[in-house]
């Protein structure tokens, strides 16, 4: 299990490799990683702000309660801060499991959860100015099938 909360960008390659090395027991790895999308066409920026320590402990809980829903092997969630563009990647899961059903539903599992549950805070600049990010329903509803 392993949780970062950084400002730097991630190599995914790099971080699945290092997630299953030297392991014969991992069946399954299933990653997602998620990316700054511009729906609009005018997003210059999104920015993220978090607590440092808090935001940490609230991914090692959703992290933490997948591991007692499902057989997995390792588990890995990136989540990046700071000012990003479009384009760039904003953060990865990955759920390793001897077989893929696990690794799948743990996967979208972590997502559901970091989507509504990640103490993040969003701010999305674009021509006409900056607006605060607030959260939608359907990431809300997402998790009621949980």
Do not use: C
């Not at 890995?76 to 899961?93: A, F, N, T």
């Not at 959860?113 to 605060?132: H, I």
């Amino acid at each position: 299990m392993a949780v970062r909360v950084q400002r730097e960008d991630f190599d995914l390659g790099s971080e699945l490799r290092a997630l299953r090395e030297g392991r014969t027991d991992i069946g399954a790895l299933v990653s997602f990683s998620g990316l700054v999308r511009d729906d609009t066409g005018d997003l210059q920026e999104l920015e993220l702000e978090h607590y440092p320590g808090m935001t940490e402990a609230a991914l090692a809980e959703i992290e933490a309660e997948a591991h007692k829903r499902w057989d997995l092997n390792a588990t890995l969630i990136v989540h990046r801060y700071g000012p990003l563009k479009p384009g760039e990647q904003i953060m990865m899961v990955a759920a390793a499991s001897p077989h893929r059903k696990a690794a799948f539903e743990a996967a979208d599992f972590l997502m559901d959860f970091l989507k509504s549950r990640a103490p993040f805070w969003k701010k999305e600049t674009g021509v006409k100015g900056a607006e605060w990010v607030d959260a939608k329903d359907t990431d809300e509803a997402a998790l009621k099938r949980w």
